[in-house]
């Protein structure tokens, strides 16, 4: 069960503090009608580098995960970035309606669509919603190059429009070898062995797979790398990436260390959180965004080297940087992150 537990939102006058123990959370889902737009550009620099034109169907994410850079956007609607992030979800109904009449207008310059950076496409609500599902036949109508990047096996559903569309890579967010390591930092999420199981399943069909090492963070999860790489690899994907663990604002930073401490052993977060101040240079926060991927040291040095090293050795392919259509920039949505 979870309580409702809420850093103070810097965009709103009040927060809640309880006396005694604080509520337990419940789901409540909000269907939000009055969204225009459904594509909006993004600056992501954990995932390819670099501008991108994302789809997400559904705002908050009920797994959970402590480090999520996401948690700050539910800030922007009242809410808070703990629990609320996880339990306060927001359904946009009308998303494959509102697809595919911007396609219409911005097919020809669209370079490709992403399924991400808000939320995950394939969170439990999407198997009854099914919006993810219904914009990706919107996808397979226009012919848009998709990449998808998730947790959830329930991905596999979809496999007859994933083989179905022109270009398409699903990858599978994956920075814990074992469900012992992952369960502290991703406590809802679909344990990493049926997120492999799943990344077989969509190899096999024989659409282009990969994974996320992501975040990696410093003191914890480096040993698993190797092993990640691996697995990956055995079970067909062929793209890989990794970045380094970044609390984007002061309200992810206190629910990430809130959780470490409720989690996991005081002699474990003292490592982590030495090893990362070390990493940033005395706190734990980046200095700026450019420095948000990676470390200092020659500790992340040697980490960057190792995970260069096996995907050479297995044959995986880094990302390419996509270019910024610059003429599509004025039909879509403004970055909201
Ligand atoms: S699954 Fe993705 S979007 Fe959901 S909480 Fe985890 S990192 Fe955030």
Aim: hydrophobic share 35%; proline share 8%; glycine share 6%.
């Amino acid at each position: 069960m979870r309580q409702i537990t809420n850093p103070p939102n810097p965009y709103s006058q009040y927060s809640a503090e309880y006396v005694g123990e604080p509520p337990p959370t419940k789901l409540e889902v909000f269907e939000e009608t009055a969204t225009r737009k459904v594509i909006t550009k993004a600056f992501a620099s954990d995932w390819e580098g670099g501008w991108r034109y994302t789809v997400n169907c559904y705002r908050g994410c009920i797994h959970g995960c402590t480090y999520c850079f996401a948690r700050q956007y539910h800030e922007y609607l009242g809410y808070g970035a703990g629990t609320d992030f996880e339990t306060k979800i927001v359904v946009k109904p009308n998303a494959p309606q509102l697809l595919r009449q911007e396609l219409k207008k911005c097919r020809d310059k669209m370079p490709h669509l992403d399924f991400s950076f808000a939320t995950d496409p394939y969170l439990p609500l999407e198997a009854s919603y099914e919006l993810t599902r219904k914009c990706l036949e919107v996808c397979v109508d226009f012919q848009v190059p998709v990449a998808v990047i998730t947790k959830a096996p329930l991905v596999t559903r979809d496999i007859d429009l994933l083989k179905n569309l022109k270009k398409v890579s699903v990858f599978f967010s994956m920075p814990f070898l074992t469900k012992e390591k992952s369960n502290p930092f991703e406590p809802y999420t679909p344990v990493p062995e049926a997120r492999f199981r799943a990344m077989k399943m969509l190899s096999d069909e024989g659409i282009m797979t990969g994974i996320g090492i992501a975040p990696v963070i410093p003191g914890y999860n480096e040993p698993d790398i190797p092993g990640l790489l691996e697995r990956a690899k055995g079970c067909g994907a062929t793209r890989a990436f990794m970045s380094m663990l970044h609390l984007d604002t002061d309200s992810i930073e206190a629910y990430f260390v809130q959780k470490m401490h409720e989690r996991l052993s005081p002699t474990r977060v003292s490592k982590i959180v030495n090893t990362m101040k070390r990493e940033r240079g005395g706190t734990l926060r980046h200095a700026t965004y450019k420095e948000r991927m990676t470390g200092r040291t020659e500790q992340w040095e040697v980490t960057q080297k190792m995970f260069d090293f096996h995907v050479r050795r297995l044959g995986f392919r880094q990302h390419e940087k996509p270019a910024e259509p610059e003429a599509i920039s004025a039909l879509v949505q403004p970055s909201l992150f």
